[in-house]
């Protein structure tokens, strides 16, 4: 059990550290190209969704790897999977439906680990 939660937080944690990246990194001009959901929110609001992405895929691998503070590791799972939950409220408001199934496979993802971390 304890190699496939690494499996899955390596893997869930890369993920979110290069989304994360993206959307603290690149215009939100670039990023409304392919995020439609990007326009429904100022840059502020997209720069701090990054960067809590960000902060969460570390927290998912970091504090169990060193072994400092592990409880982190499971709150960051946490913390993630309430982001998708938002996303997935989101998407149904606009009625970008195909968009929730991301959003589920990830947030659920995140409830795995949180549910094996804890």
Same mark, same amino acid.
């Given at each position: 059990?304890?190699?496939?939660?690494?499996?899955?937080?390596?893997?869930? @944690?890369?993920?979110?550290? @290069?989304? @994360?990246?993206?959307?603290?990194?690149?215009?939100?001009?670039?990023?409304?190209e392919?995020?439609?959901?990007?326009? !429904?929110?100022?840059?502020?609001?997209? !720069?701090?969704?990054?960067?809590?992405?960000?902060?969460?895929?570390?927290?998912?691998?970091?504090p169990?790897?060193? @072994?400092?503070?592990?409880?982190?590791?499971?709150? #960051?799972?946490?913390?993630?999977?309430l982001?998708?939950?938002?996303?997935i409220?989101?998407? #149904? !408001?606009?009625?970008?439906?195909?968009?929730i199934?991301?959003?589920?496979?990830?947030?659920?993802?995140?409830?795995?680990? #949180?549910?094996? !971390?804890?």
């Amino acid at each position: 059990m304890n190699i496939f939660l690494w499996v899955l937080q390596g893997l869930l @944690g890369a993920a979110f550290l @290069g989304a @994360g990246a993206m959307k603290a990194s690149q215009p939100v001009e670039k990023l409304a190209e392919n995020m439609t959901w990007v326009k !429904r929110y100022s840059t502020n609001t997209v !720069r701090l969704i990054g960067v809590m992405e960000i902060l969460g895929g570390l927290g998912l691998i970091l504090p169990w790897a060193t @072994g400092i503070a592990t409880i982190l590791t499971p709150l #960051a799972a946490v913390g993630l999977a309430l982001i998708m939950l938002l996303a997935i409220v989101d998407h #149904a !408001r606009a009625k970008e439906y195909p968009m929730i199934a991301f959003n589920v496979v990830l947030g659920a993802l995140a409830v795995i680990i #949180a549910v094996g !971390r804890f």
